[in-house]
């Protein structure tokens, strides 16, 4: 069974830089597990989702275009997480942060991406002095 | 940047209804395009994923049909549990999610 779970601040002041951990169990971000990944989602109040990024098992990294100067995701296999950190925190930022798994699937013609098939449970972080 | 649209923003309806939500790709995305289902206070649940593949466990009432940038997704007859929002995210080229749309009960 896959599980997720975010963790970190519940609140950030303007400029600071945000970490937040994804800690998972059923299944491995290792070299040896292909097709395996972990994205970062997050949602303000009343708003839509709006993506982050993504860490692959082979450490390949994909970044939202108009957030990826101010994002770094990164994993820890042996400790079975992944860590999200954003950086110049603005009261804009405040949302619900979700991590969740992400899996490849295929077409016939052998073509792949992957979806964000199982979520955490969320973290919502406020920014403000 | 691929931009998505969804239609309409609100569906009031009543159980048993048949519902059918829209969503549009700034360019063509192939199959490459995914439903999720909220409710309030829950996170995000996958429901159908390359446009028309239901992902295991969701029930048969639900269906997504389209390619390229046009894309539906269809509540056959709508249950109490179906009321929530649903949002489109296309996975063509990184990841971006429509606007979403709230169904709502009649």
């Known amino acids: 069974q896959i599980t997720l779970k975010e963790s970190g601040p519940t609140l950030v002041k303007p400029t600071q830089t945000l970490t937040l951990t994804c800690t998972f169990s059923?299944?491995?971000?290792?070299?040896?597990?292909?097709?395996?990944?972990v994205g970062w989602i997050r949602q303000p109040p009343g708003k839509a989702l709006e993506w982050l990024g993504n860490?692959?098992?082979?450490?390949?990294?994909r970044y939202s275009s108009s957030l990826k100067r101010r994002l770094t995701i990164t994993k820890d296999t042996s400790k079975n997480q992944v860590v999200l950190t954003m950086t110049n925190m603005d009261p804009v930022d405040t949302a619900t942060y979700y991590c969740?798994?992400?899996?490849?699937?295929?077409?016939?013609?052998?073509?792949?991406?992957?979806?964000?098939?199982?979520w955490g449970q969320g973290t919502m972080v406020t920014v403000s002095s | 940047d691929i931009q998505m649209t969804q239609s309409p923003s609100f569906v009031s309806a009543s159980v048993g209804d048949r519902v059918n939500i829209t969503c549009r790709a700034s360019q063509g995305i192939s199959s490459w395009l995914a439903w999720f289902q909220q409710k309030p206070g829950e996170a995000p649940k996958l429901l159908i994923y390359a446009a028309s593949t239901l992902q295991s466990g969701v029930p048969s009432r639900f269906s997504g049909s389209g390619s390229g940038t046009d894309f539906t997704l269809t509540i056959s007859s709508l249950q109490p549990e179906d009321f929530a929002t649903y949002y489109c995210?296309?996975?063509?080229?990184?990841?971006?999610f429509g606007p979403g749309t709230k169904v709502e009960i009649k």
């Open positions: 995210q296309q996975g063509n080229t990184l990841f971006t």
């Open positions: 969740a798994h992400s899996l490849y699937y295929y077409d016939s013609r052998g073509n792949y991406r992957d979806a964000l098939d199982i």
């Open positions: 059923g299944f491995s971000l290792s070299t040896s597990d292909s097709g395996v990944g």
């Open positions: 860490i692959y098992w082979d450490d390949d990294k």
